[in-house]
């Protein structure tokens, strides 16, 4: 696994997310809720871009992962960020 970077839900992804999965990020950060309106002043989850076997994997806080396979397809699954 090598490391990549992290950034808030909500900002500018860093440079160095592939272009294939800044849309499915696009689409899971449209369904979050916003967290002002939760809870005032909370901030929102950040998201982690990781490599594992040349491919990126980005996790969000809040127990969502997007990955994508050796054939190029985006996946999405839920984790519990407890565990």
Known sequence: ?????????GGTPPKSVPADLLEAISRVEATLPQAASLNAGAPMPMWTLTWLEGRPVVELDSGIELSVDAEGAITASRFDPMD
């Open 1 to 9: 696994m090598q490391l990549g970077t992290r950034w808030q839900a």
